[in-house]
């Protein structure tokens, strides 16, 4: 091996000391699923090294001359990559209650996926697997022969882990929090083939869109806010109000967006008296929120905006139509008639007073909506946590219950 590929070597021996060794959020060790979750990720980072190992050895047995320099910065970028990947998991400054809610996400859109939260750039959603891909995508030689790096990466893709980002500036900001929603059905998106069951592409053809991706992400933004409740639509309005953009090919522009909020908050505000008073003050302050950000981009691209008003009047019903077929409960059904109107006013009074409650996460955001002031996240990760743990100590009273309960033998016919 040479000196350039044993000083490859060399580095990869220390950064498998920094994956295997590195605890930086020592949080995670208090629960059981989320520390068992991060040290599963642990295991296929480390699986990534193997493989960027395996290159290394492949590639040391060939003769390379000219395409030695970019062999090598390949490896690097790999290590790179492994480094900032891992890092990005185990040094998140979110709190780690923060795993809660989105497993409160994962059971309410009867989703199986496994994930871990990362920090990044931006709220979006990838994959361990689909790092290591996007790398050798990129590699500008031939992969080398021989090696046994396709059998590690079949390996990755079979334990992989779906990575949900925050954008890193809001990791004390849970108002935004709820945004982890819409990774969650990216997901769901694709293994229920919600694009065939919500006609995705007869509206896409309806309104003339060349590219549907910016039409997927308004569904998914629908199937969020109908399921998660008003909460939803303040969080992506605050957050695009913080960072607005242009859009892009894939996510309509900030005014389109905001509209296709308004077109729900519209449809459930007409529905507001047929909650509780508290439910139905929500329901008007998300309206003037969502509001107050569009009106100061209501000009731009009105085309867009009317095509996203058609999405909305198109996907509505069947969205409504999957959930019911899913038996999943809306915001909206979980509201009608002043359902959970105590714990709307429990929860609000708790928060006024700052004394953290066990409470139902669709309660709890909702209910932060109509804050005058900023909550703490460490009030809502408080909260987070009474609820997670109260609903586990419930699972296990239920289990001994049930593993008490007489055994009654069936009667037979004569």
């Avoid at 998914?220 to 639509?233: T, V």
């Amino acid at each position: 091996m040479s000196a350039t590929f044993r000083e490859v070597s060399l580095s990869l021996d220390k950064l498998r000391t920094i994956v295997q060794h590195n605890d930086r959020n020592q949080a995670f060790g208090a629960y059981h699923s989320i520390n068992t979750s991060v040290e599963s990720s642990r295991e296929l980072y480390l699986q990534r090294i193997d493989v960027c190992e395996e290159y290394l050895k492949g590639f040391s047995q060939e003769k390379l001359t000219n395409s030695l320099p970019a062999v090598v910065s390949f490896l690097r970028e790999m290590e790179a990559g492994i480094k900032t990947g891992f890092l990005e998991i185990v040094g998140a400054k979110i709190p780690v209650e923060a795993y809660f809610l989105v497993q409160y996400f994962h059971d309410l859109t009867k989703s199986k996926n496994r994930f871990v939260l990362a920090e990044g750039r931006a709220f979006e959603s990838g994959s361990v697997y689909e790092e290591v891909r996007t790398e050798l995508s990129d590699l500008p030689v031939p992969l080398p022969q021989g090696t046994q790096a396709e059998t590690l990466l079949l390996g990755i893709k079979n334990e992989d882990f779906l990575k949900i980002y925050y954008e890193a500036l809001m990791f004390d900001s849970p108002l935004t929090w709820p945004l982890f929603l819409h990774e969650v059905f990216h997901h769901t998106y694709e293994t229920d083939k919600l694009e065939e069951v919500l006609q995705v592409h007869k509206v896409q053809n309806e309104i003339g869109a060349a590219d549907g991706d910016w039409v997927k992400e308004t569904v998914i933004d629908l199937l969020a806010c109908a399921l998660f409740g008003p909460s939803y639509s303040v969080s992506l309005s605050e957050y695009h109000e913080g960072f607005p953009g242009g859009g892009t090919i894939s996510h309509p522009s900030h005014s389109a967006r905001l509209y296709g909020l308004l077109q729900f908050l519209g449809d459930i505000y007409k529905r507001k008296n047929e909650t509780s008073s508290i439910v139905g003050d929500i329901i008007e302050e998300s309206f003037k929120i969502v509001e107050s950000h569009w009106v100061g981009h209501r000009r731009e691209k009105e085309e867009l905006q009317k095509q996203v008003k058609v999405v909305y009047e198109r996907a509505y019903p069947l969205i409504q139509e999957y959930f019911r077929r899913m038996k999943l409960t809306t915001f909206i059904a979980s509201v009608a008639d002043g359902k959970d109107a105590q714990e709307f006013a429990l929860t609000t009074k708790y928060i006024t007073y700052g004394i953290p409650r066990a409470t139902d996460p669709r309660i709890l955001f909702n209910s932060l909506v109509i804050q005058k002031e900023s909550v703490s996240p460490h009030y809502v990760a408080e909260c987070l946590k009474k609820w997670y743990l109260q609903e586990k100590w419930q699972s296990v009273v239920n289990q001994t219950n049930l593993a008490k309960s007489p055994i009654v033998p069936r009667s037979s016919s004569s």
